[in-house]
């Protein structure tokens, strides 16, 4: 920008407007708030639970607030296209709801100091840009006890959408749960490679139930397909996010749930409070955004005893699903008796625990 | 009650081009009345859709970024077009491109040679001509339904995507996300306007333009495609043959997606990733028939088609209009228009008349 004197004179006045106006005149301002996703936001799932997070926003500051949901935004070029609009439509709060969003959000971070960015299930932070995700483990772990006391094949299923980490780590505390219950637990994995392909999903949910599974994970989909199919089959099945029991009225075991409104609220109020700082948020049960949910009156008394200390015990911190002694799947030793993994050997998980049949996808 | 179109025997240029402002004011119009239903500004989402594109250098550089592959991708279809070869997946040749130029940076992530983006851009062409050229193949040697084979082709170009990604060729650093390294600074293309992503990629999509144009209109060659597959019988006559047209053009087809993947991997993209295309061989199509089949006439349909696109993707950002209403507006836009061009073109009789 060249400096001449009509762009003086407006940089000059609006800074001495900064200086002169007590700091509530900026609260008075319109905080907007835009929430892209990849997918449609449908009714159930990953892109659903984000954008009830953005209503307790609206719900808590009514007016003050406007929140933008852009669904269905393809990563690559046209979403770092859509990020810059929004900023220059004058978004200060932007939540990124895939993991694709990453490369492009880091730049427009770099770009716009002024704005706050929150990404979903990254790896890279910044200063005004924080990746987070849930500890879906937490709650899989509890799913495992539950399935354990179901299953009579002794077969669980898990129909899985990528091989990253945050779906290998909940598969891994899923079997680890399981196992707690009953040792001889074997779990086999198909991945459709997808977060939204109802086709795929249901094949794959009919390739288990045919290899005798009698109780299905349905891992990070956005459609209920599997759901659907394993309640047909007269199969159990639970799933993550939120729940999809009206899909399964008889057969759903429960749901990983996760609630994104503490933490976008707790942001948002560090954003205006101009202290939002980047930092990897892992949220947990303690967080209150996983909690488990909506679990089958099936599952007999002792085991749900056994889950709700198990749970009271993951939330207080004094139990992590990840302490050893944990067997890969070739047999070796992979966590040591009495050690517990810390989070960055949870976030790069790339080996499934024994007991999982499934090779991992190299 | 019967109803025919007849063909009017001559069309003055006014006419032609009242057309696409009759069917902009009908989509305007009714998506007022949508949009106004909705409950969403309905002013400011037809700024956003129809004038915001075209509002400052920022907004026009992305409207050129995004032409680009277009322009390219359609260049190519039309050549194939005109001479009644319908290649339907420049879709899956643009991702065989995207791949075929991926090879070096994914197995040379750290290469610097001055050479590497030139052997990209060409593998890249090869290799969306390579997989066009099957149904070439198949077409001439078997008969087989060319619009099949190469929308069937688009499926398989998705899962040799899928599976390279998802195994051999995903970043090792990249905590199994599917998507490829990011390459480097060797493997992307020089950037055309400073300050924006338009790269030079743009200039090369222009002068297929430019040649595209002069191949149909002085070359003889441009002539023996379009009886080659018109009137295949008559071009035997004439000595030249089916067979030739359909070879002819499909590689081109294929040539000019495969190099627009190989631009978006070394341009906007700079890794290879899933969403390698959001559609633009399909939208190509569209961008093809819009610009009348003529070379000139698609650089300006890619251009607002383009236009269009971020539009639809403002729209959603300014006047928080749903993607669903988005994807409205613009079918009703292409759908008035071939309807006012319809009724340009042709006559309605109805016949009052009773048969007995």
Known sequence: MSLNRRSFLKTSLAASTALALPMPAFAADVLNVALIVPSPAADVGWSHTLELGTKALEAKYGDKVKVTLLENIAEGPDADRIMNKTAADGTTFLILGSFGYMEGGLKLAKAHPEMSILHASGYKTAENFSPFGARYYQGTYLMGMAAASLTKSKKLGCVGAFAIPELITSINAFTLGAQSVDPSIEVSVVWVNSWFDPASEQQAAKALISQGVDVIFSNAQDTPSVIQTAEEAGVYAFNLNSSMKAYAPTKYLGVVGTDWAPYFLQSVEAHLAGTFAGASAWLSMADKCVFVADWNPDIPADIVAKITEMQAAIESGAFSPFTGPITNQDGAEQVAAGVTLGDDMILSMDWHVKGVTTPLPK | ?356
């Not at chain 2, 119009?29 to 037809?46: E, H, M, N, R, V």
């Not at chain 2, 643009?94 to 590497?116: K, R, W």
């Not at chain 2, 993209?269 to 390698?276: H, I, K, M, N, Y």
């Not at chain 2, 759908?335 to 319809?342: G, I, N, P, R």
């Open chain 2, 1 to 356: 009650m019967k109803i025919t179109f007849e063909r009017r025997a001559a069309l003055s240029r006014p006419v032609l081009f009242a057309a696409p402002v009759i069917a902009l004011s009908l989509a305007m119009l009714t998506s007022l009345i949508l949009f106004a239903a909705l409950g969403k500004p309905a002013g400011q989402a037809l700024y956003s859709l129809l004038l915001e594109p075209f509002v400052g250098w920022y907004n026009i550089s992305e409207v050129l970024l995004k032409m680009g592959p277009l322009m390219l991708i359609a260049q190519g279809l039309a050549i194939g077009f005109r001479a009644n070869v319908f290649n339907i997946g420049a879709e899956g040749q643009l991702i065989i491109g995207a791949l075929c130029a991926s090879a070096l940076p994914v197995y040379f992530p750290e290469g610097s040679s001055p050479l590497m983006l030139p052997a990209m851009i060409a593998m890249g062409a090869l290799g969306g001509a390579a997989w066009a050229g099957i149904a070439a193949g198949l077409r001439v040697r078997f008969n087989a339904n060319e619009i099949l084979v190469t929308l069937m082709l688009t499926l398989i170009a998705t899962q040799v995507l899928n599976y390279l990604l998802l195994g051999p060729w995903k970043d090792p650093h990249g905590f199994n996300f599917p998507q490829s390294v990011t390459f480097p600074d060797a493997a992307l293309l020089p950037i055309l306007l400073t300050g924006t992503r338009v790269n030079i990629s743009l200039l090369a999509a222009l002068l297929v333009s430019a040649l595209a144009y002069v191949m149909m209109r002085h070359r003889f060659s441009g002539y023996q495609l379009l009886v080659g597959g018109l009137a295949p019988r008559a071009a035997r006559y004439a000595g030249f043959t089916e067979a030739r047209a359909v070879w002819v053009s499909l590689l081109l087809g294929g040539l000019m997606a495969g190099l627009a993947g190989a631009c978006e991997v070394a341009g906007p993209l700079g890794q290879l990733q899933r969403s390698v295309s959001t559609g633009y061989g399909y939208s190509a199509i569209i961008v093809a028939y819009l610009g009348g089949l003529n070379p000139l006439g698609i650089v300006v349909s890619a251009f607002l088609m383009a236009a269009l696109f971020i539009g639809g993707d403002n729209a959603m950002v300014s006047a928080d209009l749903p993607v669903a209403a988005v994807f409205v507006f613009q079918g009703l836009l292409l759908v008035f228009y071939l309807a006012s061009l319809t009724f340009i073109r042709h006559r309605v009789i109805l016949n009052w008349t009773r048969r007995a």
